[in-house]
């Protein structure tokens, strides 16, 4: 741990003595791949929620954006933490560049027209891009289980710069630069191939190839131990199908036990890892998604020309504390994971409060609160897989890893429900008491 400023410890030399020690030793191919991995995983997600309002227009809450963007990627990591380690990681990489590749390129096609069928093939598009953004979530934070401390961090920071970057430049182009919504998520579409440029060409895959070996050889052993390896001699004796529907049965029996010995794994991870990450989750998109549409000032009181301009703000300005805390992983943790947790659910009730009696007396303290609301998300979200890595059994770590994923996913669904309906209730109080900004988005 770094020291805090003010402590007896505290000094530049010192300072910069444990910093050069934290960066010592580290592979940074391991670290820029996993960083990149992380951005680019998320980019689109975040991408797709800042043009939630170009993309369905003021009349339809942004939760639809954001349920088609995360309800998706809920199911994959709710169900494939059980299956998906059959599926090698070579050809998961090329399955989700190329899932949220279409999909970016089905959103940005029909972007330019507002009517039910062109929404439609919206939402087909963000559902495309939620596929591969859940699964590429379990799949790389498996893959932080081979390659260490480093990678986690890296990863961490690399989703907190997706935000940051995805957000600010949705915004720079659109807003400062006018460059055409069509224009800037067909452009997004080529993302992906920094992922697979990432994967098969800067990561080192000696880890994978060392754990591929492992697995094989604890396999042939289990094998051994079951009797299932038929000598070469038994053919001459037995009847021809009797092996293979021994063997069938042998690793159905397998299967069930995998399943069984998976789900009480999962079960231990609820109270501890995956409540507070779900929960802090529901606060953060509730208020990104629901509120934050409804937190608006008059014009000539705040930076901006036009009500547009408030939404895409907040999302920069959130992504940019959640990039400041999950690049923070060496040099700060939580060891109480519920705290923040219930500091997010107290920002979700200010500002609320602020959108039915307006009593913040200007936009840059909605500012220091939405940073503030970035913080504690991404905080949580690094600390929750940092405790896994060092408090569940090595044994049981990839599996815990990606399961709990499902966490921030359902966080999110339930948020994407509430956030439809606190939109339109906050919006129309607020307009029943003359303060229509809100239906001039």
């Known amino acids: 741990m770094l020291p805090l400023p003010g402590a007896a410890a505290s000094s530049w030399s010192l300072f910069r003595q444990r910093l050069a020690e934290k960066l010592n030793g580290i592979n940074w191919s391991v670290a820029i791949s996993f960083w990149l991995f992380g951005l680019i995983n998320n980019v689109l997600y975040v991408i797709l929620l800042s043009a939630a309002?170009?993309?369905?227009?003021?009349?339809?809450?942004?939760?639809?954006?954001?349920?088609?963007?995360?309800?998706?990627?809920?199911?994959?990591?709710?169900?494939?933490?059980?299956?998906i380690h059959?599926?090698?990681?070579?050809?998961?990489?090329?399955?989700?560049?190329v899932l949220s590749a279409a999909g970016m390129l089905v959103v940005g096609a029909s972007s330019n027209a507002a009517d039910a069928g062109s929404i439609s093939a919206k939402m087909t598009g963000v559902v495309l891009a939620s596929l591969s953004s859940g699964g590429g979530e379990l799949t790389f934070l498996g893959l932080v289980h081979h390659y260490g401390h480093t990678a986690l961090a890296a990863w961490g920071s690399g989703t907190g710069g997706a935000g940051l970057i995805g957000a600010g430049a949705y915004a720079l182009l659109t807003t400062t630069f006018g460059l055409s919504v069509r224009a800037t998520l067909l452009a997004s579409a080529g993302l992906p191939?920094?992922?697979l440029l990432s994967f098969f060409v800067l990561l080192p895959h000696g880890p994978l190839k060392l754990a591929r070996?492992?697995?094989?050889?604890?396999?042939?052993?289990?094998?051994?131990?079951?009797?299932?390896?038929?000598?070469?001699?038994a053919g001459l004796l037995t009847q021809p199908g009797t092996d293979h529907a021994a063997l069938s049965r042998t690793k159905l029996s397998k299967a069930l036990r995998s399943l069984k010995t998976n789900l009480l794994r999962a079960r231990k991870l609820v109270i501890p890892y995956m409540l507070p990450l779900f929960l802090v989750y529901v606060a953060e998109y509730t208020i990104n998604q629901g509120v934050a549409p409804t937190l608006l000032f008059p014009l000539p009181k705040t930076p901006f020309k036009n009500y547009r301009a408030f939404y895409p703000t907040y999302a920069a300005i959130y992504q940019l504390g959640v990039f400041t805390s999950r690049s923070s992983l060496p040099f700060i943790r939580v060891r109480t994971l519920y705290a923040p947790s219930v500091l997010q659910i107290l920002n979700l009730a200010l500002l609320s409060a602020h959108?039915?009696?307006?009593?913040?007396?200007?936009?840059?303290?909605?500012f220091m609160v939405i940073f503030w609301e970035g913080l504690l998300g991404g905080l949580v979200y690094v600390s929750t897989f940092a405790a896994i890595r060092e408090e569940v059994p090595e044994e049981d770590r990839e599996f815990s890893l990606g399961a709990t994923t499902v966490s921030d996913s359902g966080g999110i669904c339930v948020a994407g429900f509430l956030s439809i309906g606190m939109e339109k209730a906050l919006c129309g109080w607020q307009v029943s008491h003359g303060r229509d900004w809100c239906e001039r988005l």
């Not at 059959?86 to 560049?97: A, K, N, Q, V």
Request: with cysteine.
């Open 86 to 97: 059959l599926i090698p990681y070579s050809t998961r990489i090329w399955l989700f560049c």
């Open 355 to 366: 959108a039915v009696t307006p009593f913040i007396p200007s936009v840059y303290f909605i």
């Open 193 to 195: 191939l920094i992922m």
């Open 53 to 83: 309002l170009d993309l369905v227009g003021p009349n339809i809450p942004k939760g639809t954006v954001l349920l088609a963007d995360v309800i998706p990627s809920f199911f994959v990591k709710l169900t494939a933490p059980y299956y």
């Open 213 to 233: 070996k492992e697995e094989l050889d604890a396999h042939a052993a289990s094998e051994d131990d079951d009797g299932s390896v038929v000598p070469e001699t």
